[in-house]
């Protein structure tokens, strides 16, 4: 799969009420970059990720988690509010960081302003609809016309509290990303051996 420089793939809206558990409560994606054959496993490998990733996100703290073991190569941005409400904005390529979060800090007050008490008293997956975030997701595909301070300083330096890991370093010892693929029902049987069939191509890909 390929897409283009720096675009965002997903904002996805988390009630994390429970611990190590996060329900999707509102999404948007854009897909145009991945071919008709393969948006639906665009789409599972980005609801998986986000949810894993804000699952282990604490209250108030912000992670950029790089993403380069399912074919996709991504980096996912997520905060967790005071209130438990999580969120995750996916980017592809070069991307601002800073400029992220703001997307999804705008994303977040967005759904919980209009649906507050249905995204923290859900205990399952729902589709709520959020007028706007998609406007946002189309808006900021262009960081540098949608953030006023990128025009004035692209170089601007990025938020210092942001963490930038990758995405091993937030399993638990002795987890791998190719398990919770194998045990989590959330992806298709396509989509599992489109990953297993990626991670096998990039073993064999090394440059000697």
């Not at 283009?4 to 509102?26: P, W």
């Not at 595909?141 to 990128?150: G, L």
Request: proline share 2%; with cysteine.
């Amino acid at each position: 799969m390929s897409s283009k420089t720096g675009t965002v793939l997903s904002i996805i809206i988390f009630n994390c009420k429970n611990d190590k558990t996060a329900t999707v409560a509102a999404s948007v994606m854009d897909l145009s970059s991945f071919s008709m054959f393969n948006r639906g496993s665009a789409k599972e490998i980005a609801t998986f990720s986000s949810r894993e990733v804000v699952a282990r996100t604490a209250v108030g703290q912000k992670l950029c988690i790089r993403n380069d073991k399912l074919e996709m190569d991504f980096i996912c941005h997520t905060y967790v509010n005071s209130q438990k409400v999580g969120g995750a904005v996916i980017t592809m390529g070069p991307y601002p960081q800073r400029v992220a979060f703001a997307l999804l800090s705008k994303a977040m007050d967005l759904a919980t302003l209009q649906h507050g008490d249905k995204l923290l008293s859900s205990t399952k997956d729902i589709n709520l609809d959020v007028t706007g975030m998609a406007d946002l997701l189309s808006k900021y595909q262009k960081p540098d016309s949608a953030d006023p301070i990128m025009k004035i300083d692209k170089d601007l330096r990025e938020t210092k509290d942001i963490m930038m890991l990758n995405i091993e370093k937030i399993l638990e010892r002795g987890e791998k990303i190719e398990d919770l693929v194998d045990r989590t029902n959330e992806l298709s049987t396509s989509s599992k051996l489109f990953v297993k069939q990626a991670e096998k191509l990039n073993r064999c890909c090394v440059i000697i």
